[in-house]
């Protein structure tokens, strides 16, 4: 009989082989694990990133509408100024820096509710565009004052020509005659 010591059975030889179904099941599971991983992974980055946001718009935004709410406080003041320099009566110009006084105040007390660097540094300037102002307003006093002297000059100067002239017609008619 032909027996060979070295020939091995056949179901030996190779390994037995795993069932599709497993196989499938096995790349199923790991590939649910797997984007389970990744997606935990990403939620966690999520809130990592939202945390930051939120922390950054907190110490940001606020500073942001404070700088905003004192540039509008600021052009106000800026229009008022431009009221006041434009009077061209002393009523006018006392309205416009009683409204520019109180402007100032809004400013003032905008400033001291909030207080921050830009805002101390700002007062700084507050004060002397206070002085400035006081300024403004003595030197269009004076404006007022000179239009006022000019144009009283200039009708005063228009009625004495009128009468010197009749006075010159006069004498001329008299001596005409």
Do not use: C, W
Not at 55 to 83: G, R, V, Y
């Amino acid at each position: 009989m032909n027996s060979s010591p070295h020939k091995t059975p056949p179901s030996t030889l190779f390994k037995p082989m795993r069932s599709i179904k497993v196989t499938i099941s096995s790349g199923i599971l790991i590939t649910g694990i797997l984007f389970t991983a990744i997606s935990v992974l990403a939620l966690v980055g999520f809130y990592s990133f939202q945390n930051v946001l939120h922390d950054f718009s907190e110490s940001t935004f606020p500073l942001t509408t404070q700088e905003a709410q004192s540039s509008i406080l600021m052009s106000q003041l800026l229009q008022q100024t431009n009221l006041l320099h434009n009077a061209d009566s002393h009523q006018l110009r006392r309205i416009a820096l009683k409204n520019v006084n109180s402007q100032f105040a809004r400013i003032k007390q905008f400033s001291s509710a909030n207080p921050s660097d830009f805002q101390i540094e700002q007062h700084t300037r507050l004060d002397f565009l206070e002085r400035s102002i006081y300024t403004l307003n003595d030197s269009v006093a004076k404006q007022i004052d000179f239009k006022n002297d000019l144009h009283a000059a200039t009708n005063g100067f228009i009625i004495h020509s009128h009468q010197f002239n009749t006075q010159i017609s006069e004498l001329l008619s008299i001596t005409s005659i």
